[in-house]
């Protein structure tokens, strides 16, 4: 039930993105939080839903881009 649950919410988190990258179509998209950090279901669901969704991501495989530290996300995400 857990799964299903963050499974969906994912779904409509990557649908929502979709949305946003197809609208503005930006170099990167920086995917950070919990659930992004310690849910590998969660980001896996996201990826693939953009990557179903959006006509942007053909040959841009590194569009979506989680940090891997706790520290710097907000600078890294300021400078870009």
Same mark, same amino acid.
């Given at each position: 039930l857990a799964v299903e649950v963050i499974t969906k919410a994912a779904t409509m988190v990557g649908m929502a993105a979709a949305n946003y990258i197809n609208l503005t179509n930006p170099e !990167?998209?920086?995917?950070?939080?919990l659930l992004m950090e310690n849910s590998g279901v969660y980001y896996k669901t996201v /990826?693939?839903?953009? +990557? %179903? !969704? +959006? %006509?942007?991501?053909?040959g841009k495989s590194d569009l979506l881009?989680?940090? %891997?530290?706790?520290?710097? /996300?907000s600078a890294v995400g300021a400078a870009i």
């Open positions: !990167i998209l920086i995917c950070a939080g /990826k693939e839903t953009v +990557t %179903r !969704i +959006t %006509r942007l991501l053909q881009f989680m940090p %891997r530290t706790n520290m710097g /996300k």
